[in-house]
């Protein structure tokens, strides 16, 4: 199962030198499993061809709203899409999404999807233009009507703009962080909408000497995996996360830390807040004991390390826990891996453990897939098959939001 399976979005693209990405955004979301339905303004035409957009799709383009046979085009695509995503959204276009006007098939469209604040179909603008036309009252002034009406907007990010325009605010964000927010419009708001989320992800590095360090091999992969599908159910995420190998998802409050007793001291500090704190980092548990501020030198004898352990997070965030938190953890075991899980989530008053065995074949560091056991506080075991991280991602918040509800 694909993230937007059986979900049909229509996609708006205004005509802006921006609209070469959409194209890359259309990939994304028709390879999420997602129907898209494309309109192009006649600005779009002049930039990037119908035929590009048909190809990625798969689907029919749709440009004029006289087109023959096609008199309600502009009532049937909003009415079947269960999202509206503009991108780019060029300054002509806001101004004439803010005012009602319906002079041409995409604006029709707006109009028709009817008042966003009920039509239960969120619609997303991705303005982007050059840094002038960004800051001017005009558009400021349209930007902040179109937020009134319900509709919701993607700040521009700061960057290169059209050649020689140098750098400023008016770039449209890259297509992976617009699919992430297409993702937050369509997923259905549950348990976790604007709940407050602590994961935790990545391993964590010990310093030895200025240049060397302790770790082990975690990736990140599924903290990672579990802030994002977070965020996209509607949570506020705070992933704290030691160096990872994969991109921060679009949304989250990224806090990056090195060792050990800075992801104890980012956890804590966000704790008293949080709804739900989820530790699927692998912190290093041995610092060395003594402090080298220059660079060991090679020799030729043996060296011996003498290391201090490091504080075990979850287990001093017991008292600090907020009434009704929901608080997960996770094992990686080598042996006795059922019966080392259930001491585990005892010993560290957890919620649930997702408890994995880290000789088995696609299971633990690295990989894309994960098979686990979840032991629940009330001594139930559920022994999931191999999956993929992000599908597993899903499953933990399903119990999250279960125990939230609850409570
Ligand atoms: N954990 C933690 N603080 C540490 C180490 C681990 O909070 N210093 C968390 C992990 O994020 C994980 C859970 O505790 O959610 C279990 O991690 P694991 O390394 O399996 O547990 P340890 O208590 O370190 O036990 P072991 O002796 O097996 O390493």
Known sequence: MRPFDGRRILLGVSG??????????????????????????????????AITFEA??????????????????????????????IAPATADLMARAAHGRADDLLTACLLAAG???????????VPAMNDQM?????????????????????????????AGEGSGPGRMPEPATIFAHVGRLLEPQGELARRRVVVTAGGTREAIDPVRFLSNRSTGKMGVAIAAAAWRRGAD??????PVEVDIPAG?????????????????HHLSSADALIMAAAPADYTSAVRIDEKMKRTTSSLQLDLAPT?????????????????????????????????????????????NDARE???????????????????????????????????????????????
Do not use: C
């Open 252 to 268: 989250v409050s990224h806090v990056a830390v090195e060792s050990t007793e800075q992801m104890a001291a980012a956890v804590l």
């Open 115 to 125: 008042d966003p604040r009920t039509s239960g179909k969120g619609v997303l603008f």
């Open 237 to 242: 995420v705070i992933l704290i996360a030691g």
């Open 16 to 49: 802006g030198i921006a609209s070469y990405k959409s194209a890359w955004l259309a990939r994304l979301l028709a390879q999420a499993g997602a129907e898209v339905d494309v309109v192009l303004t006649r600005g779009a035409l002049e930039f990037i061809g």
């Open 134 to 162: 960004w800051s001017h009252p005009q558009t400021r002034a349209n930007a902040a009507r179109l937020r009134e009406i319900g509709y919701m907007l993607l700040d521009p990010e700061e960057g290169m703009l059209a």
């Open 311 to 355: 504080t075990d997070i979850l287990r001093d965030t017991v008292s600090a826990r907020r009434n009704g938190a929901v608080i997960v953890g996770f094992a990686l075991e080598t042996n006795d891996v059922l019966s080392e899980g259930r001491r585990k989530r005892a010993s560290k008053d957890l919620d649930l453990i997702v408890v």
């Open 361 to 407: 074949a696609g299971a633990g560091f690295g990989t894309d897939t994960n098979r686990v056991t979840l032991i629940a506080r009330d001594g139930s075991e559920e022994s999931l098959p191999l999956m993929q991280k992000t599908e597993l991602a899903d499953i933990i918040l399903d119990r999250v939001e279960a125990r939230l509800g609850a409570a």
């Open 56 to 85: 990625l799709t798969g689907r029919p383009v749709h440009s004029d709203v006289f087109a023959r046979g096609h008199a309600l085009d502009h009532i049937r695509l909003p009415r079947e899409a269960s999202a509206i995503v």
